[in-house]
């Protein structure tokens, strides 16, 4: 018989992390030569399977099984950050492959990983510490290593989460020529759009279990998002936000803030009820500005003032004058892996869980249990670690926090990165929400979907606000405006 | 020359170089030594250098010793707590000619030219013979041995069981290990008491550690009552430093061996003298009523003596720790 | 507009982990049973009141060190210099009252001041860490390994290395009275020990502690002055160690020049064997107090079963190795 | 649906970093020559050759210990128990062939075995240690400690405390013997760091250590076998302590029951000094050489300045700290 015989199949798999399911009885086959997507909502098990299918873990039920030639063939961009900070980039790009027997030759190593970093046009010293890179930068030495490792099975989890759009579109122009050449590819991804750009089959795994596989041509994207979600509704758009009210007194008010070598001093008023969206390139300054608003860093010029007031430095001064942050990077700032959700939840309210800075663990349980329920969290209860929940869900912990001090302002940096799109809509539903009850909301993103529900948009472009885009701009607008070219 | 170095302390004195390193600076005994080192050496007009200190670490003391030769010693004094380990460094002194007198510890190999020592085997077996008399014979005593690693303590323990079992078989000997620790000590005094209430001596191998831990503990049973009492707890120390002999006025402890620090330090400096001059010495009675005698082939020790002190001659004004302070 | 997802078919996947988490408490409790009925077959000694109160009391001032290390663990940090701080304050306490002959520095400041000048150098002494530590970014492990050697030399420096025996009654005290027939030290050591499992568990301060452990930079960002807390924290566990020495110092009624020498390496052996993480955010008083307990039955089990001088060390190494294989069964998780 | 944003060109934003990285590795040679200008200004005693080749004698064994700290560290654990096998590994090498009057074990088995016997000894505790840690999952810290203990007190326990000096020549031959004028033993260090600087910097399994040590799921997710690689780095790491030992013995001539008792705190300062990091993944053992170094110099400095005994401990600690803030000024890096 001439059955083409799978490159890569899990057959049954299912995975167990204490008393958490992570895959229940999953079973995917992928064709060779195919590129293969991944889809589910945060915590369906993706990544899992990802560990499985590379071996970094063992199913407890079922088996992965290779064809012949497929075995040790396999690379992967990790989820998590595989790079390791305290070496070189070249030696990242080159881990346990700088040399054969014989003593490395650094010289050529770097030569070598020069050419490699030019071809995905990172641009980036092969000589300097990984630890140094920014979060795009890393992803995209992550990218550059599995793909030049000459693999014929390549499975990319969530590569884009990170990526600006032309990064995206090199990858994406990169993965369409491996293919050509008959590498095949499991791919995953939040932004469904991707999936149908660059992918002929699609799983679909929804709480741990396998839903449907077919092939994309074949799936609409409500069809899919039903799978994944359970459910039929459609999404609701973006568009029926009523206007804020023009009248509003401002809430926020930057006079002359500047950050020596990140952002030149600006100006900028927010009024209660508004969202304004701040967008840009990398190194553009956005960041760094929503972290002075936040009180992360401490501004070199001007003033934020809240309400008419002056806001001091540094976080608690920020959290007194009403302003709440959603941090850029969940896992460094926003989180106490260890810590429960409700602890994290209330970590800035915890002066006001009971008298003399007692906690008392009831008043905590009901604020908590009212903030999992308001956002949305999947979580087996508030005394659940946040470590234990998917991405999205911790996200949706940070935003919690943020809002639990019922901030007059709201910082926002990043907020749906890798997040599903029904918990994408969820978040920026609180987010929405929250403006709606005279919160005043500043946000920092670089996903249109994200900005598309913001009164006003700035461009930030080195350090300037380069462009102000009003309700109604079109997506041409703002790319122009964020490249730096007049539109 | 070599006095122009600063290593060589401006005693005032000329002559040969003579070093003396300290096995450890935080025990009363040796500090009272190592104040009668410079002292002694003034008196005899010897070229003392600045004394170095080894913490009780071998290492340290092999070190020390290096850098003593390279600064000029002419004798070394020194008084290694682990007498396996100095092996090496007394064959390579033995080599450059330099002379080493030890004090209170003999080294297991090696040449010297004098062990300046009281018998710790005296001690044992001095404290075995008092506690015995007073028991009548039978009873419980508790032991607070120092480390095993200690020749001395091993030395002093030693004697104590072989005595007690051949002379008093009638008294349980409860040996405990301390490290030399008073903590150790006193843990093992309440386990021990609790164990067995109606124990009625102590022998303590130090008093600098043992003395305030063991009374602190009987005080708070109430068992510090006078001899006459059934429930006095007989205790003999070791060492007999100034508290060890408060304690022996008020009625504490009982006796203590007196370790003569002094007559270390004078005898240490009079033999490394004694040796740089040339000088040579014979087994046999000497002057300060002590004998020399051989312990193996090219070792000579001189045993000082360490008496007994009890409330009888607690007062007595030749005790060196009777001399301190005054 | 607001779209709050319905709850979907979202089946409940998890059962409840805070069981899990209070066993990892708890993991210790067979192990002192199987001590109790250890020690009871070898002595019926072991089970009076006397001997357990004897026990209790040789722990006091192991379990003060092991609640200031467990705090400063919690934050995520480390103090080695714990155990010369129960050397030095005291020390520096008496030194700065008592006369020159009795190895006083001369001072002669009155004799009530002796507790606090001793409980204000275990502070000073942990500000000085919190100093280096958190202000220059030195390696705690480093800075603490130094201060270990400075302070006990500075305490050699300053008595010339001779014990301190004529003290002030008043630093007596602690180690060396009893309430109730029972010692000072005990009720002392329960006190601060309820305060600081309150403390831990149910005040702001306290969780603190472990949000900095967790992650610093959550926890500043989420408004915790986390420098403030943590020179706080070294402060208090400097504290509690100069009060263990005061402990220590009345139990043995003189202050060797070696006081506390060696005890680090078993302040964090209970610590660790009783569930506190040395990577930061982890771990209870209780459980460490339970390793104290651990300890000090085993000690009070060889020295009951007389076990030779000889052994008595390997026997100790390997009941120690045991007990952390059987935690980690019995927990079921790794250990860090 | 979602569409990102394009960005412009990506600039190159940082400089090129190991220019730091290197002088990282060189922050301690100020300090080295700042000691030999110091210890020349002290004694002139302290630049003649005599001198120079005892510190460096003294320092060998101290020196392994710290290579195999040092690669242990940078694997991203921990090893406390290294200074017991420095005396563990010859006593019982030498105990198993050494006849019963002399505190043998009674075996006497072939004399030329002791060598053999006392390295096998080193790596079979290597292995133990790894075990434990990397098998049962147990915190490296408190094996090791409990380790520690235990390991001590079983060369306590064959040899009953005493010391052991009937060697056999093939055990005092490493420590003891001299070629070309200088002591066999630093030429075996020289030889052992060579290889070591080679191995950790040119080779695939010396750079995987690097790999496991900064971040050991994306060594293993890169195909590194992540615990095989540890546990030859125990492995290595305790034949490296069991050959200290020998070096030692040869040195002194004779095992003592403590023989390596206390060096540990030297090792992790001395590493930890040289620029090792306690996190794992980084540090050089060039670095960590140079730490050794600043240590022996500062003590033989001291030793010659004849800083009064009562002193010398609290300036030695002092200096460390010292060192220490300096490393971090001129480097201007956080430590960890
Ligand atoms: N090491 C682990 N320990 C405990 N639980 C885990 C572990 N890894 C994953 N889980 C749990 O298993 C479930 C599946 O996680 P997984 O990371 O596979 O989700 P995912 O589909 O990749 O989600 P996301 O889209 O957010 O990346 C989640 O509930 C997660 O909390
Ligand atoms: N405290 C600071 N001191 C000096 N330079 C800084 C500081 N903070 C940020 N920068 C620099 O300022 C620029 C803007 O940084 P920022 O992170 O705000 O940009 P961004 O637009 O958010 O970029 P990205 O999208 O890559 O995160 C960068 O070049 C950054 O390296
Ligand atoms: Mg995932
Ligand atoms: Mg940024």
Redesign the interface.
Known sequence: MTVLEDAVAAVGVSKHFGATTALSGVTMRIAPGETHALVGRNGAGKSTLVSLLTGLQRPDEGEIRFGDAWRGRVACVFQRSTIIPSLSVAENLFLNRQAGRGPIRWGALRRRAGELLAEYDVGVDPAALAGELDVEQRQLVEIARALSQGARFIILDEPTARLDGPAIERLFARMRSLSASGVTMLFISHHLQEVFAVCDTVTVLRDARWVLTRPVADIGHDELVAAMTGEAAGLAGATDRRPADAAAPAVLELSGLGLHGAYEPLDLRIRAGEIVGVTGSGSSGKVSLAETVGGLRRASAGTVQVGGEPVGTGVPAALAAGIGLVPQDRHREGLVPLLSVAENATLPIAGELGPAGVIVPARRRAIAEELIRRYDIRAEGPGAPVASLSGGNAQKVVLARALSTRPRVLVLINPTAGVDVRSKESLLGAVRAAADAGTGVLMVSDELDDLRHCDRVLVMFHGRVTAELQAGWSDTDVVAAVEGVSA | STND???A?ASGAGGAPIAVD?P?????F??SY?KYIPQYAKDSGINL?????S?N????L???T??LT???AKAIVMAPQ????????L?TLEQKKIPVVTVDTRP???KVFMVVRADNRAYGQKACEFLGEKLGGKGKVVEF?G???SVNG?DRSEAFAECMQQKYPGITV????TEW???KA???L???L??HPDINGIYMQAG??F???T???L??KNLIVPPSDPKHVFIVSNDGIP?EFDAIRKGEIDATVSQPADLYAKYALFYAKAAVDGKTFQPGKTDHDSTIVQVRDGVLEDQLPAPLVTKDNVDDTALWGNQI?K | MTTTLPAGEMPVRRRAVPRLARMRDLALVPAIVALLVVGALIDPVFLTRANLVNVLQQQTELSLLVLAETLILIGGRFDLSLESTVGLAPALGVALVIPAASHGLGTEWATALAVPLCLLAGVLVGALNGVLILRFGLSAFIVTLGMLITLRGVQIGITGGQSLFDLPPSVMYLGNTAWLGLPLSIWVCAVIFAAGIAALGWFRHGRAVYAIGGNTDAARAAGIRTDRVMYAVFMIAGLLAALAGLLMTGRLGSIAAAQGDGMIFKVFAAAVIGGVSMNGGKGTLFGALCGVLVLGLVENVLTLAGVSAQWIQAVYGLVILVALVLARLTTGRAQD
């Not at chain 2, 250098?49 to 200190?53: A, E, H, K, Y």
């Not at chain 2, 670490?57 to 340290?60: E, F, L, M, Q, V």
């Open positions: 170095s600063p290593g302390a300290l450890r600076a935080d025990s009363d040796w500090n190592a250098m600045t004394p170095t200190n913490q670490d071998i290492a340290k092999v070190a020390n290096q850098a390279s600064q000029g682990d007498t396996g380990a100095i092996a090496t460094t064959t297991d190999k090696g041995q480390s095993l690693s091993r409860f040996a405990e290990p620790e008073g903590a006193s843990a093992a309440q386990t021990r609790a164990q600098g550690v003395l305030a831990p009374l602190q503990l005080r708070s508290q302070g």
